[in-house]
């Protein structure tokens, strides 16, 4: 192993999107081939979005052009679906876009315009999509030493780790404002952090924000000092990627679905996982895993742009039950009458009975952001 030591934001943004990255290289089965997301498990959830957007149209008017922007695309499948799922007084006018670090995959259907890059601010009207994305905007990772002080935690090349500096400035702001970490009495509660826990998250392509200089207080430094060996992702690159991609549009709605925990849950020892052929693995910043964290979807809610409402936060088994998905078991009596018909329908419902799980991808977190004011009834906020 070479010394080159790197904090995880700056080695997950090498080992995910540099030269031959995971998410950046062209070869390979993508995203698909190491992890399931929605997208994967049923049609249904890309129908779900479809009908979503049917929704923005409605509340926008029915513009002459109507964009549905997919923000960390994989091969395309989510707006591949959604195409499938729209009639054609909608596809006419739609205009759909891929937001991807991935070349464009063979086969796209042609109406779908690839970009390296999220496109320019206030330049579209209507959805803005992203499916595990914000967990992949790669993240600065510290943890407590001995004496209870925050610091930068390092790693290297195989994925060995260290400390470094103490955490200063905005990102000790953000914890202390995001995710202060318990101090020795705060643990001693009920509800304290004993045992450590591993997290586990889900995958899309993202990217991150530069550093800001700024001043700010040192976080440890009072006297009540966290406990030693607690472990916090700092999120200000996500938040920073989430204005972004909602000032894409000038009129709307934008939606980022993903793991996520807020200031009540955050996990005492962090988040940070890794993902290789359908397996949990420990996160190695070397190109050969996907490496995730859960979201702090709470801190995005403040950031809702100038007039318009602020966004909601709801689970994704009420948002898609909101649009339709509600896992029911067909009747019997379809069996007697249409037995063909009664099997595609309990398949049917057995995927939407996944996608709403509470245990599982139903306890995913939708956090739904109107751009104006045409919007804010669509799934019920406002």
């Not at 395309?76 to 991807?100: F, I, M, N, Q, S």
């Not at 990627?241 to 807020?262: E, K, P």
Request: some cysteine.
């Amino acid at each position: 192993m070479t010394n080159e030591w790197r904090g995880w934001r700056d080695a997950t943004e090498r080992a995910l999107y540099g030269p031959d990255g995971f998410y950046s290289r062209a070869h390979g089965p993508g995203p698909a081939g190491h992890f399931r997301t929605s997208v994967h498990v049923s049609p249904l959830f890309a129908q779900a979005v479809a009908g979503l957007l049917r929704h923005v149209d409605a509340a926008l008017g029915h513009p002459s052009e109507l964009a549905l922007v997919d923000v960390g695309a994989g091969r395309g499948e989510l707006l591949a679906g959604v195409l499938a799922a729209l009639p054609d007084d909608v596809t006419a006018r739609l205009r759909p876009y891929a937001v991807e670090r991935a070349p464009r995959p063979a086969g796209l259907d042609p109406r779908v315009t690839w970009l390296p890059e999220l496109p320019a601010a206030a330049s579209l009207t209507g959805l803005l999509f992203a499916n595990e994305w914000l967990d992949n905007v790669p993240v600065d990772v510290v943890e407590t030493d001995a004496a209870g002080v925050a610091r930068r935690v390092l790693v290297g090349p195989d994925g060995t780790e260290r400390l470094g500096d103490p955490v200063c400035g905005p990102d000790a702001d953000w914890l202390a404002r995001w995710w202060p970490l318990p101090t020795r009495d705060e643990s001693k509660a009920p509800g304290g952090t004993e045992g450590r826990e591993e997290g586990e998250a889900p995958r899309s392509p993202g990217e991150p924000d530069a550093a800001e200089p700024s001043e700010g207080h040192q976080l440890g430094a009072g006297a009540a000092c966290p406990v030693p060996g607690l472990r916090a992702e700092i999120g200000r690159p996500r938040d920073a990627a989430w204005s972004r991609a909602v000032r894409v549009l000038r009129a709307g709605l934008a939606v980022t679905a993903d793991y996520a925990h807020d200031r009540a849950t955050r996990p005492p020892y962090g988040s940070l996982t890794g993902f290789r052929e359908g397996r949990e693995v420990r996160p190695i910043p070397d190109g050969t895993c996907d490496i995730t964290a859960h979201v702090a979807l709470d801190a995005l809610i403040p950031r809702a742009p100038a007039g318009s409402p602020p966004a909601r936060l709801l689970t994704q088994r009420d948002a898609l039950r909101a649009l339709g998905v509600d896992g029911r078991r067909p009747p019997l009596s379809l069996a007697s009458s249409d037995p063909a018909g009664y099997v595609r329908a309990l398949g049917a419902a057995g995927a939407a009975a996944e996608l709403i799980d509470p245990a599982g991808l139903g306890g995913f977190r939708w956090l739904v952001q109107p751009v104006g004011g045409a919007c804010a009834g669509v799934l019920g906020e406002g």
